[in-house]
């Protein structure tokens, strides 16, 4: 057998030399790929900029909608609606609630205020009034009706976590120890902390706690002011008084402002604690339910 030239192995590499120099230069036989292996690694060409979207500029009012086409109830065909969700519900539990939706202007003017309905639909407010304890103050505010009167005590009661009350009076003599105190960031969130602003900072504390007994609070929220104005057992007459006196309360109130800034009352809406809400059409009498049907349950 004659031992010949040594076969190459297919991937072997060759070897060739270069002609300006002496050592071998290796070269694969996969270089061509190696090649195109490289080229596909080039960074490949910018992409073209996508176009420029215009930026919607924010609403400086909050979406109404067009009541022209929605169906709306009078009074006493709401109220009927409203008890059938509300049944076997206890007649103090469950609440009318009114919406009033405004046509108003975004971070504005927010209105606030306290409204003494004809009929009042909370008489267990527990009321508190900071101001000395043994000082004439305390004692007529006991007489109207406070339930938690002083002012070390009840502040600390409120550092610890005890706030055990619905509303907060404050005697103008105790406002510097009140602030002192910082509880500022315990019942302000719970809109529970006295300011000259909400008048809830007297002189009379008698007179205040009297006036605030059945009184009720409201304020606007993202265009919206809700309040109770009416327990389940009301009668669609107690009903009708208590929301023309909101209502005209609220229109005082956009009327005290309208020189700064613009609102309309856009919606009225009634609901309840677990019902729905029915959009009214300012008309009482239904033509299928009488008053006086609504007027036991």
Request: hydrophobic share 35%; proline share 6%.
């Amino acid at each position: 057998m004659s031992v010949g030239r040594p076969l190459l192995p297919i991937f072997a590499p060759t070897c060739s030399r270069s002609a300006l120099s002496s050592h071998p230069v290796w070269s694969s036989v996969f270089s061509p790929a190696r090649r195109c292996y490289a080229s596909a690694q080039k960074p490949s060409p910018s992409r073209k900029k996508k176009k420029d979207v215009k930026t919607r500029k924010p609403r400086g009012d909050y979406v109404q909608y067009d009541l022209k086409d929605a169906e709306k109830f009078s009074l006493c065909d709401a109220m009927r609606y409203i008890r059938a969700f509300e049944v076997g519900q206890p007649p103090t539990s469950a609440k009318y609630e009114m919406h009033l939706r405004l046509r108003s202007p975004k971070n504005n003017i927010a209105i606030r205020n306290r409204i003494r309905l004809p009929h009042p639909v909370k008489t267990d407010l527990r009321i508190c009034v900071i101001c000395p304890p043994d000082s004439k103050y305390a004692e007529a505010a006991r007489k109207q009706g406070a339930t938690v009167v002083g002012d070390d005590a009840v502040l600390d009661a409120v550092k610890a976590g005890r706030v055990e009350f619905d509303r907060c009076l404050c005697h103008v003599d105790s406002l510097q120890k009140l602030n002192k105190a910082g509880v500022g960031r315990i019942l302000g969130p719970k809109g529970l902390m006295p300011s000259a602003k909400t008048g809830t900072v007297v002189r009379d504390t008698g007179a205040a706690v009297r006036e605030m007994v059945g009184a009720s609070e409201y304020r606007e929220r993202l265009g919206v002011l809700r309040m109770a104005v009416g327990q389940l057992g009301f009668t669609p007459e107690e009903m009708q008084q208590n929301i023309k006196a909101f209502i005209g309360q609220v229109k005082k109130d956009i009327g005290q402002i309208s020189d700064r800034v613009t609102k309309e009352l856009h919606e009225v809406v009634l609901s309840s604690t677990h019902g729905p809400g029915f959009t009214l059409n300012g008309e009482f009498k239904s033509q299928t339910v009488s008053s006086s049907e609504l007027s036991t349950l």
